[in-house]
Nanobody
């Protein structure tokens, strides 16, 4: 059973940076997407960034391009380095993973590829 636990949420000033971490256990798919989504109050969930396990492929939503960087270590942790934060980045950030053999699905922000979800970590950006 896959377990995803997010760390690193908190407060930041506009223009500041923050790094989120997601520790995974039980992630044993041969190929999978692993990424970050977020949901702000009153808004729908949206994709942020993701990677594919079997290739050096990363995917970014337009809102994240040029400001956020997704990466992973060689073990079980996914990171989201966020810089240039703005109040509109305020949201609960979720780590998610799901099996696939098609890397391009990692950039499908409908979330249908992602079967495993963490509990989320809150990021609040003040102006």
């Amino acid at each position: 059973q896959v377990q995803l636990v997010e760390y690193g949420g908190g407060s930041a000033q506009a223009g500041g940076s923050r790094r989120l971490s997601c520790k995974a256990s039980g992630l044993r798919y041969s190929g999978y997407c692993w990424g970050w989504f977020r949901q702000a109050p009153g808004k729908e969930r949206e994709g942020v960034a993701s990677i594919y396990s079997r290739a050096p492929a990363t995917y970014y939503a337009d809102s994240a391009k040029g400001r956020f960087t997704v990466s992973r270590d060689n073990y079980n942790t996914l990171y989201l380095q966020m810089s240039g934060l703005a109040p509109e980045d305020t949201a609960t950030y979720y780590c998610a993973a799901g099996p696939t053999t098609q890397s391009w699905l990692c950039g499908d922000w409908s979330g249908s590829t992602y079967s495993d979800w963490g509990q989320g970590t809150q990021v609040t950006v003040s102006s």
